[in-house]
T-cell receptor
Framework: DVKVTQSSRYLVKRTGEKVFLECVQDMDHENMFWYRQDPGLGLRLIYFSYDVKMKEKGDIPEGYSVSREKKERFSLILESASTNQTSMYLC????????????FGSGTQLSVL | KNEVEQSPQNLTAQEGEFITINCSYSVGISALHWLQQHPGGGIVSLFMLSSGKKKHGRLIATINIQEKHSSLHITASHPRDSAVYICAVERGSQGNLIFGKGTKLSVKP
């Protein structure tokens, strides 16, 4: 069974902390995405990557950075967490060949206090 | 105006009813996705379509490219269908999606 695994289901951090959210996929997908989901706003794209060491800004990249050192792993970094980054974070992956189904991780609910 | 609009925002149905959720979009697309999100957060891809109609079990998805409109139908609805259904459109070939805000469906026994 194909899998996108996010390292934590729930995370509580303090304002100013550096936060790492990890995502691993086992489908050899080229494209990986980080979204955040907030009530009333739907899913919004933070960053995406279409290859190792490649990254592209999404709609709301401010306050975030990403790392893709290996094809299967895409990390989201909050350099200095703030309360407005409290949200559900979802990772997804898909193939790059034509139009492919999107596979999502189960999400990380991050609370920044 | 949002590029992807879903209606209704909320929908309550009785078990067994036929359900339709609509999605309209205003941009050119390469494909449209229907996603399902159960309480707890996990999102599952139901359909990806670029033309015509697809069917999987009790779920049917249709798309009209000329009218920029898609519908998701659920026949013989069941309480386990209760979830948020999300429409998303894909521009280009890299899987970058624009999402609707979702339709929250509640099916009562």
């Amino acid at each position: 069974d194909v899998k996108v695994t996010q390292s934590s289901r729930y995370l509580v951090k303090r304002t100013g902390e550096k936060v790492f959210l990890e995502c691993v996929q086992d489908m050899d997908h080229e494209n990986m995405f980080w979204y955040r989901q907030d009530p009333g706003l739907g899913l919004r794209l933070i960053y995406f990557s279409y290859d190792v060491k490649m990254k592209e800004k999404g709609d709301i990249p401010e306050g975030y950075s990403v790392s893709r050192e290996k094809k299967e792993r895409f990390s989201l970094i909050l350099e200095s967490a703030s309360t407005n980054q409290t949200s559900m974070y979802l990772c997804a992956s898909t193939t790059t060949t034509g139009v492919g189904k999107l596979f999502f991780g189960s999400g990380t609910q991050l609370s920044v206090l | 105006k949002n590029e992807v609009e879903q209606s209704p925002q909320n929908l309550t149905a009785q078990e067994g009813e036929f359900i339709t959720i609509n999605c309209s979009y205003s941009v050119g697309i390469s494909a449209l996705h229907w996603l399902q999100q159960h309480p707890g957060g996990g999102i599952v891809s139901l359909f990806m379509l670029s033309s015509g109609k697809k069917k999987h079990g009790r779920l049917i998805a249709t798309i009209n490219i000329q009218e920029k409109h898609s519908s998701l139908h659920i026949t013989a609805s069941h309480p386990r269908d209760s979830a948020v259904y999300i429409c998303a459109v894909e521009r280009g070939s890299q899987g970058n999606l624009i999402f609707g805000k979702g339709t929250k469906l509640s099916v009562k026994p």
